[in-house]
């Protein structure tokens, strides 16, 4: 896993992790045609060694960083245990994949007004028996594209040949992992943070939804960061929202009002991090392009999702972790491996969850440079890079099962989320004398102010 840590640390311009200063431990893996446990453990121990770095660049003592694969494994699930109450369900009714009149094709329905446009192209539905009825009339292609085209979210199960021979996977395959930039600024600023809590002091601008960004933000909560995390008027994640807000505070703010703008752009002035999962165009049609948010903000360490590149022909297309794995071949190779009669996607959201790790290794490594030059930084990643990196690795031969969880894998307090009490896992991470806790307990979208404290 070393070697896989390495190209993190190659693109992070980090030197490349000993055995001495990250140790994996526990065996076992979850059951996946891939190296889904590894790359749990590896994406995680990437923000560990950028955190172990910039303690290094701050104190001048060396952190080691520890890593348990099998709790990193049940964290790419869910921390979260309810007492008490019930996570709502993360799928809509219609949402799944579903056989067309030549193959597969997913459809992702969780929004309402994605499901409107799934229903507009093929009819109500009320069930999935008879959304099954109107997609087997299409062939995958053209349903797929009549979904996009339309405004929606579907993705038609390709090979992982197919896609490596696509436009879009030739683009995003050429990508790196990590895309990074740098710009000079005199926009130095001093480590207000300490080994307890390293990131203590810093402002975190979130403006991210389910789930890649979100996983980010909530890590650099875990190490003491002030997150403030913006949605706009009505939008909800009732399914995840308790996973995910954990550490942070969360407002609204309706970005085409006069005055919400105002509050916006004063935030993100006064913002050290910025971290944002709209589509590549969303911000910049709204007036905070890359070149106005520098303008705002010279000093910005600007760290971005897209799902499906930042190059190629759909750059621009929505996209979700489960479309990715249709896309990008690993539904169908997930199907070859279990001999099975209909796509298997990994058994855990994989690219979300390694890619949010990746971009908060990414914000904390843009705080260091920052720390040292002043400079802003912009980093650029992608579930679908992500899935590249993962298909890299190989398929895997069957491994021991993960051991059962227990209640010695939960924190000892309980958390009291908004919605009732809760226990969280403990965190799979360990940098020397820097826990990873955090200072807020999950709370509801809209239940904050937009402000900075």
């Known amino acids: 896993m070393l070697n896989m840590l390495g190209t993190i640390a190659h693109d992070l311009a980090l030197a490349p992790p000993t055995e001495d200063a990250v140790r994996f431990s ?62 709502p369900p993360l799928w ?16 992702h329905t969780n929004a309402p007004h994605h499901r409107a446009v799934a229903e507009r192209v093929l009819g109500p539905a009320s069930d999935r028996e008879t959304m099954a009825r109107q997609v087997l009339g299409w062939s995958a292609g053209e349903l797929e594209d009549a979904i996009v085209e339309s405004g929606g979210c579907a993705a038609q199960m390709r090979g992982c040949q197919d896609w490596s021979n696509h436009p879009q996977g030739l683009a995003v395959n050429a990508e790196p992992l990590i895309h990074r930039q740098t710009f000079a600024s005199d926009s130095r600023r001093l480590w207000t943070g300490n080994p307890g809590r390293p990131l203590a002091g810093v402002r975190v601008l979130d403006l991210t939804r389910i789930l890649a960004g979100p996983t980010a933000t909530r890590l650099l909560a875990g190490f003491g960061a002030e997150v403030l995390r913006i949605d ?15 550490g942070k505070r969360c407002a609204r703010l309706d970005l085409h009002s006069t005055a919400d703008r105002a509050v916006f752009e004063r935030l993100l002035r006064e913002a050290d991090i910025l971290v944002h999962g709209y ?31 930042w190059s190629g022909p759909w750059r621009l297309r929505r996209g979700f972790d489960s479309l990715v794995q249709m896309s990008t071949g690993i539904a169908h190779e997930g199907m070859r491996w279990q001999q099975a009669s209909r796509p298997v996607p990994l058994p855990v959201q994989a690219l979300d ?101």
């Open 26 to 87: 526990t065996a076992g893996a979850l059951p996946s045609a891939f190296a889904v446990t590894e790359i749990a453990a590896v994406s995680i121990a990437a923000a560990g060694i950028a955190i172990a770095d910039l303690l290094e660049q701050q104190t001048g003592e060396h952190h080691s960083v520890q890593v348990d694969r099998r709790l990193s494994a049940f964290w790419f699930a869910s921390s979260l245990r309810p007492r008490g109450w019930q996570v």
């Open 279 to 309: 589509r590549a165009d969303a911000l910049e049609r709204l007036g905070y392009g890359d070149e106005q948010r520098r303008q705002l903000n010279p000093g910005l360490i600007d760290v971005s999702l897209n799902a499906y590149g």
């Open 353 to 453: 969850h390694a890619t949010g790790y990746l971009m908060a290794a990414a914000a904390i490594r843009g705080l260091s440079e920052r720390l040292a030059s002043g400079a802003g930084s912009q980093a650029r990643l992608s579930l679908a890079r992500t899935a590249k990196w993962l298909v890299e690795q190989g398929t895997v031969s069957a491994d021991l099962p993960l051991a059962a969880e227990t209640v010695d894998d939960l924190d000892a307090w309980p958390e009291q989320t908004a919605w009732g009490p809760a226990r969280r896992l403990k965190p799979p991470l360990r940098v020397t004398g820097t826990p990873l806790k955090w200072d807020w307990p999950a709370s509801g979208l809209g239940s904050a102010t937009a402000v900075w404290l």
């Open 232 to 246: 706009p008027p009505g939008w909800d994640e009732p399914g995840v929202a308790a996973e995910v807000t954990l």
């Open 92 to 107: 809509d009714p219609i949402a799944g994949d579903y056989q067309t009149r030549d193959g597969w094709i997913r459809l």
